[in-house]
């Protein structure tokens, strides 16, 4: 069995990659079940141990420090109550702008955007993207949200198109399904009904999503360190 990191399946950053992606999969089978203190610890600990695997690596700090701040947002989300979502969106709000730094010091800067088109067209589709998602939640959310979430949306947006700076199409990629996954979990939390029989697999390809972009963006960073 082949593994990214040097060393058998017990070596340690291989193993603790295994525990992330175990914790992963138990939340995924647990997502239509109340909240317990099991289902949250599976929860924080499959990004938790992803930022344990960068410390492991030597990754750079700013990467240890979004994928903890990541996990101490999916804590409290994995909470209900208005309180616990306002608490998740701050975690979360820190570790884009943490993301935003750590892409833009790898990165070779925002003038990419414009000497490669691709780069360009993928930026504006992001910022389309964010503009229809906050016009839509405008009308849908409490006065008291409002604000908190428009900065969150250009948060998540600034994250996006910093990382479309960087040379590594896995960490381009774990942004764009980050942005993809939080588009989701959005529509899945204000737009859709309540009784809505979609909101069961929304919830299923928010969680797949996310972990996806999160393991992408932390793979992007560890093999391939020299670039960085």
Same mark, same amino acid.
């Given at each position: 069995?082949?593994?990214?990191?040097? &060393?058998?399946?017990?070596?340690?950053?291989?193993?603790?990659?295994?525990?992330?992606?175990?914790?992963?999969?138990? !939340?995924?089978? %647990?997502?239509?079940?109340?909240? %317990?203190?099991?289902?949250?610890?599976?929860?924080?600990?499959?990004?938790?141990?992803?930022?344990?695997?960068?410390?492991?690596? /030597? /990754?750079?700090?700013?990467?240890?420090?979004?994928?903890? $701040?990541?996990?101490?947002?999916?804590?409290?989300?994995?909470?209900?109550?208005?309180?616990?979502?306002? &608490?998740?969106? *701050?975690?979360?709000?820190?570790?884009?702008?943490?993301?935003?730094?750590?892409?833009?010091?790898?990165?070779?800067?925002?003038? $990419?955007?414009?000497?490669?088109?691709?780069?360009?067209?993928?930026?504006?589709?992001?910022?389309?993207?964010?503009?229809?998602?906050?016009?839509?939640?405008?009308?849908?959310? /409490?006065?008291?949200?409002?604000?908190?979430?428009?900065?969150?949306?250009? *948060?998540? #947006?600034?994250? &996006?198109?910093?990382? #479309?700076?960087?040379?590594?199409?896995?960490?381009? /990629?774990?942004?764009? $399904?980050?942005?993809?996954?939080?588009?989701?979990?959005?529509?899945?939390?204000?737009?859709?009904?309540?009784?809505?029989?979609?909101?069961?697999?929304?919830?299923?390809?928010?969680?797949?999503?996310? !972990?996806?972009?999160?393991?992408?963006?932390?793979? &992007?960073?560890?093999?391939?360190?020299?670039? !960085?």
């Amino acid at each position: 069995m082949t593994m990214p990191f040097a &060393g058998g399946i017990d070596a340690n950053a291989n193993a603790t990659l295994i525990f992330s992606l175990a914790a992963a999969v138990i !939340y995924a089978f %647990t997502l239509g079940m109340p909240p %317990t203190l099991a289902r949250s610890a599976a929860k924080t600990l499959a990004v938790a141990m992803l930022a344990v695997l960068a410390a492991l690596q /030597g /990754g750079p700090l700013l990467l240890v420090a979004a994928l903890a $701040l990541s996990a101490v947002g999916d804590a409290f989300l994995s909470r209900d109550g208005e309180k616990a979502f306002l &608490g998740g969106l *701050a975690s979360f709000l820190i570790a884009h702008i943490v993301y935003v730094a750590l892409f833009l010091r790898s990165g070779g800067g925002l003038r $990419l955007l414009g000497a490669e088109s691709w780069r360009g067209a993928i930026a504006l589709a992001m910022a389309v993207f964010a503009i229809v998602m906050l016009a839509a939640l405008w009308r849908r959310v /409490g006065p008291g949200l409002r604000i908190p979430i428009t900065v969150y949306v250009a *948060a998540i #947006l600034a994250m &996006g198109v910093s990382a #479309l700076t960087t040379g590594s199409i896995w960490i381009i /990629g774990g942004a764009l $399904l980050f942005m993809a996954s939080d588009g989701l979990l959005a529509t899945e939390k204000f737009l859709v009904a309540a009784i809505s029989p979609h909101r069961a697999w929304m919830r299923f390809a928010v969680w797949v999503l996310y !972990y996806v972009a999160q393991l992408a963006i932390t793979l &992007g960073f560890l093999l391939n360190q020299a670039s !960085y």
